[in-house]
């Protein structure tokens, strides 16, 4: 069995009850990463796990998602596209409303007290100085950002979480911090959390955004499990996390970006629980079902929907056995099928996709292809029946009949 760390959210030692995620060599070491099986987390091992709990000089964030909590988004071809000036703005109006929502939680007869950590260019704290009256201070350790924020009138330290001393007086902690796309980063995050504990006021709110492996979007070994990205987080794993560090969740957003609110727990039975959710295996058949559909949806746009690619696509649905991922797969098939104008196995394919997960959105594509099949048939021919002249002298027929002529 090799050697690797506890699980970075809950601490359960390392096991063969882990499930290996996957393992991908980068520059001649294998860097494995593994799920654990109490809390779903998944860890990726480094070569040096006696690491600093710091984000190195040359980490960039890049945040995975979908409509206005996206980066990179998935084009028709399976490709992914970089961030735009329009979803970077609404990425941000989403976070000052977060921080808007969170400050209601606390109430004061001041200024309120906020903390970013890895705030980067400033550009949140810069917007927030608009629109609330409250005292700032950005934390961003790599210093061409730091210098940035402040040429934007941000109170900025070149300096990490772990290198503020805790408040000597109670009155002097935070109300609110906000951290985006660094715990993942981090070798202990349930450490980094506990010093974010001891910063924050006995009511505060704390608010952290990761990637959603149960969202994750690309190829799984090239974009999203990096040695740059030592944590891999399922909404329980997160939860997990902070729980196990003092805090008590008060809402999870599972989009493509994990967005969770806690506040201290007064309960201390929380700092040994596991927060419900997706178990191991599960996260593991969803993340690979992801994979499969990816290498199916990549597959029918470069050669389109040839027989031999619709034979790959079947052999795929069926080994899969994750039904939301089966019917994901389905789907990529049928819209192919569709846009080459085969609408009879387009349908087909939307049907085998409502087995597996009814969405009205597939159910109405599906009623649509079917009333375009209809169509292209043409009209229906009404039957006409010929009846034989009845003899002179007979007595007239039954009007029922007349109703048997279409």
């Known amino acids: 069995m090799p050697k690797f760390p506890p699980c970075s959210a809950c601490g359960l030692p390392f096991s063969s009850q882990f499930i290996q995620l996957a393992g991908h060599v980068r520059h001649g070491a294998e860097i494995p990463t593994y799920l654990c099986p109490r809390c779903s987390h998944g860890t990726t091992a480094t070569p040096d796990q006696s690491?600093?709990?710091?984000?190195t000089a040359a980490y960039r964030t890049r945040v995975y998602g979908d409509h206005e909590h996206a980066a990179l988004l998935e084009d028709d071809r399976g490709q992914f596209a970089e961030p735009d000036v329009e979803q970077e703005a609404l990425v941000r109006r989403r976070r000052v409303q977060d921080v808007v929502q969170a400050l209601a939680l606390v109430p004061r007869d001041r200024p309120h007290r906020i903390m970013h950590v890895g705030c980067r260019e400033g550009r949140l704290l810069e917007q927030l100085s608009t629109q609330i009256?409250?005292?700032?201070?950005?934390?961003?350790?790599?210093?061409?950002w730091c210098d940035e924020a402040r040429r934007r009138g941000v109170h900025?330290?070149?300096v990490t979480a772990e290198d503020v001393a805790p408040f000597a007086d109670p009155d002097e902690r935070l109300d609110l911090?906000?951290?985006?796309?660094?715990?993942?980063?981090?070798?202990?995050?349930?450490?980094?959390?506990r010093r974010?504990?001891?910063?924050?006021?006995?009511?505060?709110?704390?608010?952290?955004?990761?990637?959603?492996?149960?969202?994750?979007?690309?190829?799984?070994?090239?974009?999203f499990l990096q040695e740059h990205h030592r944590q891999v987080f399922t909404s329980r794993s997160l939860a997990t996390a902070c729980m196990r560090a003092g805090f008590s969740p008060l809402h999870i957003d599972r989009g493509a970006n994990l967005r969770i609110f806690?506040?201290?727990s007064h309960d201390p039975s929380e700092r040994s629980?596991?927060?419900?959710?997706?178990?191991?295996?599960?996260?593991f058949q969803a993340v690979w079902s992801n994979e499969a559909r990816l290498t199916v949806k990549q597959a029918l746009a470069k050669t389109g929907a040839t027989d031999a690619v619709l034979e790959l696509v079947a052999s795929t649905h069926a080994r899969c056995r994750w039904a939301p991922g089966r019917a994901d797969i389905a789907l990529e098939a049928a819209v192919a099928l569709e846009r080459a104008d085969r609408y009879g196995e387009a349908a087909t394919w939307l049907r085998e996709s409502l087995l597996d997960r009814h969405d009205g959105e597939v159910a109405a594509m599906l009623r649509r292809i079917e009333w375009i099949e209809r169509s292209r048939?043409?009209?229906?021919?009404?039957?006409?029946v010929t009846l034989p002249l009845a003899p002179a002298g007979a007595p007239p027929r039954l009007p029922a009949l007349a109703a048997m002529i279409n």
């Open 273 to 283: 629980q596991v927060f419900h959710g997706a178990n191991a295996d599960d996260v």
């Open 133 to 144: 009256a409250a005292t700032t201070i950005g934390l961003e350790p790599w210093t061409p």
């Open 196 to 223: 974010l504990h001891r910063l924050l006021a006995d009511d505060g709110v704390l608010i952290i955004e990761v990637p959603n492996l149960l969202r994750a979007y690309g190829r799984l070994e090239t974009r």
């Open 262 to 264: 806690c506040q201290k």
């Open 51 to 55: 690491a600093p709990n710091r984000v």
């Open 377 to 384: 048939r043409g009209p229906r021919r009404r039957r006409v």
């Open 156 to 158: 900025a330290e070149a």
């Open 177 to 193: 911090i906000v951290e985006h796309h660094l715990l993942e980063h981090l070798d202990q995050p349930r450490a980094h959390l």
